[in-house]
């Protein structure tokens, strides 16, 4: 997740009062063997209005001939051709896509080529250009895990000068196009010095991230890649496949990605299942083929918890292991094509984790001690989720501020019309909401979705924009609310802390430091933030530092007395540390 780090460096809140262009997107989803013009329909359709920040596709590269999925990791040369189409459709879909905001990441084949004979002329590769090991791979052993041939496939010699350049010169390729980032495929079975001579050779500052399947006991880990870029974290799509699958109490995974051998979240890339284990470890990864809702009731609990970078997995059906796509087009939903990433539970919970960002923990944590489990986002959001067989009827402690929330597990927010298309969820002036929730299912709400917060500014979105139009300078009313700017001068921070405005009223989180506003550092010492509180309301308040992912760790008040204002007198209140 570093590349998050930079993405939203400049992040402002995501409370009511930001416009949709201040949400940062912190998800993104594979569209396995989808064709190009279908990925670029899908971007400016679904993707970009639902907030995803990007699309894996599939490798473009030219590669062996046959229907099967595995072909396209059979690569031949470096040109761009093949079964998703052509060169030409390639560099109009990056095109098309990163005009509705939307990056392309590519799945980068580059640790070898197809099982041939090392004889490559298209790049061309010759026989010096290839590791000589055709032995089995012996797990227990680096050298040759990343020296012999993986399965037949001619294992490229990756601390050549001459390999090293001609697989930057296709990556920089791809970068002309206007490709965002790439996915090394098998990374664990190239030497991290050689990726990394790799990236030095790259133009500009494309985000990767590294397939390193950990195994304990293996001499090669994740953490021997994670100083280059992001690394996949197995360990994540192995721990949900087990717990929804209701193998263990789901309450178990409260503390998921604490455990002695994961990545640290700002390094790994997360997902439910990915492109090979969901068909070649179908029993034990949650895929569609699961009962009990678990495939989308897994994203709401990737999308929800506070870790890691999460790749939603949408793929096609499949009988056998080998199957290639449908023929059809995958961005007709239809004829084989399953489309996860557009179902409600899983594109209205990228809209969740985007609203949430700014507060990338958990608070008003509850669970039954069985499959019930329930959480915040620091006052930003509220997921509850319900794997029992029985219903789940309660009032919790949101934390969040009072009004009428859009449930988006059930219903679509309309920010231009602040509308629900289904069920609503209402939070009193406590915080307190009653959730009631079908078996094998789950509800959330969040600040971007509360019905009656409109935003004209949103291009008609639907994909829960937050809920009014000025974020900048200034006080506007809307709504009976309004939006008040906010600056806190001589911020002075650690890597970690930030700064955040908290006060006497529920919107500014009555005095609890897990519950304050965070600002953004667009003028750092300086920080600002605007967000909406209720009009014509005596408002005491104070500057606030704290860690992020620890509320109560970093905490340094404002000297002095409260500060006050009126929140009907058109003020922009500052104060300094």
Known sequence: MRHLLAMIGALLLTAPGLSLAEVPRTAFVHLF????????????????????????????????????????????????????????????????????????????????????????PEVPYGVNDFHTCTDDIDYG?????????????????????????????????????????????????????????????????????????????????????????????????????????????????????????????????????????????????????????ANNMAHVFMLGWPYGYPKVMSSYDWSDHDQGPPSSGASSCSNGWLCEHRHREIANMVGFRNHTAAYFGVSNYWDNGNHQMAWGRGGLGFVAINMESGSLNRQFDTGMPAGVYCDIIHGDFDSATGSCSGSTITVDSSGDAGFDIASHNASAIHVGARVGDICTDCNGSS????????????SSSSGGNIDVAFTCNNGYTYWGQSVYVVGDINELGNWNPAQARKLAPANYPTWNGSLALPTDTDVEWK??????QNAGAGIEWQNGANNTFSSGSNQSPSASF
């Open 141 to 293: 052993n680096a050298w040759s895990i990343q020296n012999c041939d993986l399965v037949g496939l001619n294992d490229l010699k990756t601390e050549s000068d001459y390999v090293q350049q001609k697989i930057a010169d296709y990556l920089n390729d791809l970068s002309s196009l206007g490709v965002a980032g790439f996915r090394i495929d098998a990374a664990k079975h190239i030497p991290a010095a050689d990726i990394n001579g790799i990236k030095s050779r790259l133009a500009g500052n494309p985000y990767i991230f590294q397939e390193v399947i950990g195994a304990g006991g293996e001499p090669v880990q994740t953490t021997d890649y994670n100083w280059i870029g992001d690394v996949t974290e197995f360990n994540f799509s192995n721990t949900l496949g087990h717990y929804f699958k209701l193998r263990g109490p789901l309450r178990e995974i409260s503390n998921i990605g604490t455990w002695s051998g994961w990545l640290p979240s700002d390094d790994a890339v997360v997902f439910v299942a990915n492109h090979d284990n969901q068909r070649q470890n179908t029993g034990n990864i949650i895929t569609h083929k699961d009962g009990n809702n």
């Open 463 to 474: 994909s829960g924009g937050s809920s009014s139009s000025s974020s900048s300078g200034g």
């Open 543 to 548: 500057c606030l530092k704290r860690e992020e």
């Open 33 to 120: 063997e989808w064709q190009w013009d279908d990925v670029a329909s899908e971007c400016e359709n679904v993707l970009g209005p639902k907030g995803y920040a990007a699309v894996q596709v599939s490798p473009p590269q030219k590669s062996v001939s046959g229907s099967q999925w595995w072909t396209r990791y059979q690569p031949v040369s470096y040109q761009i051709e093949g079964r998703s189409g052509s060169r030409q459709q390639f560099a109009d879909m990056v095109k098309r896509c990163n005009a509705a905001g939307v990056d392309i990441y590519v799945d980068a084949v580059i640790n070898h080529m197809a099982a041939w004979d090392r004889n490559f």
